[in-house]
């Protein structure tokens, strides 16, 4: 079975959208996606208890870009930058963007 990296840059519909990403495969946050990262932002349990059985990521300079830092986002997601974002393009089977 092929790992898939999800790209997300949709701010909305993440439960629906985890409900069809395995738990072998790994999310990336990018864009306006990462507000929904907020530790305050609604919906954010559902979020939560999705990264807690996943691996999530967030571009950090996406993150910058919007005023947020590393401690008002959800526990449980990793930040990247550019470089490693590359890397985990190179190290997953399939990469699905998600828009």
Known sequence: MNRMLHIVSISS???ELFA?????DAVIFIGDAVL??????????SLLQCCQDRQCYVLAPD???????ATEI???ITLL?????????????????WS
Not at 36 to 45: D, G, I, M, S, Y
Request: overall charge neutral; hydrophobic content about 35%; aromatic content about 6%.
């Open 13 to 15: 519909g993440h439960a």
């Open 36 to 45: 929904a990262l907020h530790k305050n932002a609604t919906h954010n349990e």
């Open 63 to 69: 993150l910058q870009l919007r005023g947020l830092g």
């Open 81 to 97: 930058d550019y470089s490693e974002f590359v890397q985990l393009t190179i190290e997953y089977d399939v990469i699905k963007t």
């Open 74 to 76: 959800l526990s449980k």
């Open 20 to 24: 069809r990403i395995g738990r072998d």
